[in-house]
């Protein structure tokens, strides 16, 4: 049975590539739906998959098995990714740091082995507060400043592309069409323009989709969105998500520690101390509250 990739989903198709040609330019896109058994089952299949699928008489395709993931972005749903470059903009939208915060416990969470933070639109506003970004670069986070428009930052984004698969997730409005046409002209991506009335752009790409670029390796365009749904995670690893959280967790007196209320807490003692993120630890307890909150309406 051929195994191919599932390039795109859109209203209930799902695009399979021949696996064989899944990181090139070249390759037609197969039309396919889903074997009756597999409809039953949410998120059986989504962009990014290896699927088993059979040929059918009218040249389209059923979908029958999907083959094991080795990685899984939750929101956006993206299966397979090798990295993840989350992307804000310095202004126009401002950075909502938060936001930020609740994307890299996204990402963590999906356990995507490579987390990039990409700061874009340096050409609105280039002296940008370095201090602001201290916290994330310490926690071990690479952190790329860029702009679509004069060309800052692209080359070394594509150097991180080669050879990976990359996803490109973040509010509407902050580029992320913008530099990947930057990065490759051949992709001609849809871009769109801020709303003055609510200062947040608009929704130009419309589901997650594979790309190849010419410099080698596939970027994943994804629809933008305004708020990381993380209520449904364990209040007890949350802190495994903030990578600099992680050693002092040892160091509480109890094992169930949530590090918000706790006595002898390792990571309320570090932050004392002055050795952690003030804004950092405050989106973790920004966090911990939606979980516990969540848990109560249940």
């Given amino acids: 049975m051929p195994i191919g990739q599932v390039i795109k989903t859109y209203n209930g198709f799902y695009y399979v590539k021949k696996e064989e040609e899944a990181l090139t330019v070249e390759g037609e896109l197969l039309s396919c739906r889903l074997r009756g058994r597999m409809k039953r089952e949410k998120g059986a299949v989504v962009t ?47 950075i909502n740091s938060l936001l930020l915060n609740r994307f890299l416990v996204l ?19 280039a002296n940008i507060a370095n201090d602001f970004f201290k916290p994330y670069i310490e926690a071990g986070y690479r952190v790329i400043f860029a702009s679509a428009h004069n060309g800052q930052g692209i080359g070394e984004i594509r150097e991180l592309l080669k050879g990976k698969v990359t996803v ?27 709303s003055e009335k609510i200062k947040r752009g608009k929704h130009t790409t419309r589901v997650a989709c594979l790309l190849p670029v010419s410099t080698g390796g596939i970027v994943v365009d994804t629809p933008g969105f305004s708020a990381a ?70």
Wanted: negative net charge.
């Fill in 48 to 94: 990014g998959d290896m699927v088993e699928y059979a040929l059918l008489g009218d040249g389209t395709g059923v979908i029958e098995q999907c083959l094991p993931r080795k990685s899984m972005l939750h929101r956006p749903a993206v299966a397979n990714i090798d990295q993840v470059i989350i992307t804000f903009a310095v202004k126009s939208p401002d």
């Fill in 107 to 125: 990402a963590e969470w999906s356990n995507i082995p490579e987390i990039v933070i990409c700061i874009n639109k340096l050409d609105l506003q």
């Fill in 168 to 194: 490109f997730a973040g509010p509407s409005g902050v580029g992320k069409s913008s530099l990947l046409n930057a990065i490759d002209e051949n992709l001609s991506l849809g871009t769109g323009v801020i």
């Fill in 229 to 298: 749904e993380l209520d449904h995670l364990d209040k007890h690893m949350l802190a495994e998500y903030f990578p600099e959280f992680r050693p002092l967790v040892e160091k509480c007196y109890y094992n169930t520690c949530t590090h918000s209320h706790e006595p002898d807490c390792g990571v309320k003692n570090a932050l004392s101390a002055g050795l952690i993120s003030q804004e950092r630890y405050e989106a973790y307890l920004n966090i911990l509250q939606t979980i516990l909150e969540r848990k109560k309406a249940y």
